[in-house]
């Protein structure tokens, strides 16, 4: 029980910077759910539960748009889809004990960057961890969205613009410290972000979702790298490096 704590106690330290971020990113989406129509509880609930920007953005516009609830489902579904493929990673680095709810509760709040610091850390992860994360993050999500429409356009879109720059600070934080570890690790993610950009240059692509394609070129890459480069079992650490299994689960 105590390390379930330390655990989430360690999941809130490592949320603040992220929770930090989603407030700034959160504020901006408040002010497009005003222009949809939305009070600030409808906002909170909205960002309450859906923990994404580009599936909230795509939210608000079909709610301007008057559309059915199924084209929202819908849009909302393929705007997301690559939670499912984050979800199924994380699950692997339970232990084999943990229930299906922890499961569940840890895919209902992955994010891309609880995703991130949680798949970074060495050994089974315990999901009080992302718990943690979560417990600071997503409210923060859902109190910037509300707060943002009810500042409607107070700010200037420069300045609301310039706060979410924070995220892309998060996610380098993240990346840089494997890479420089690890020289497969760093040579996946310049081609991840070779590619990524390539196909947002080619016209074939233009009619895919951005999340679509984020999808996709998980999959292709993170399959490459697996054949290319296969991890021995004993190499538990994401790091790359060997002998580091340092069990989190407290059954």
Known sequence: MNRNKNT??????????IALGYFAVAFSLGIVAKRAGLDPFQGFLSSFLNHASAGEYAEFTVIMANAPY??????ILVT???YMLMSCALSQKFHADTSYIHRLFVGFGITDEIFG???GRAGTLNPYYPYGAMAIALPSWSLGTAIGIIAGNIL???????????????FIAIIIPAAK??????????ASFLTSFAVSKIPL???????MKISLLTVIIAGLAAALFPVNDDESDPAGNPDKEVPEYDS
Not at 8 to 17: E, H, S
Not at 70 to 75: G, L, N, P, R
Request: overall charge negative; proline content about 6%; charged content about 15%.
């Open 117 to 119: 610091i949680s798949i």
């Open 70 to 75: 199924v084209e929202m489902a819908f849009v």
């Open 181 to 190: 570890i690890n020289r497969i690790v760093g040579g996946v993610i310049i």
């Open 8 to 17: 989430f106690i360690n999941g809130i330290k490592d949320g603040i910077p």
């Open 156 to 170: 200037p879109p420069s300045i609301v613009s310039a706060l979410s720059v924070a995220l892309y600070g998060m």
């Open 205 to 211: 692509f233009d009619h895919m979702s951005d999340s």
């Open 80 to 82: 997301n889809i690559r």
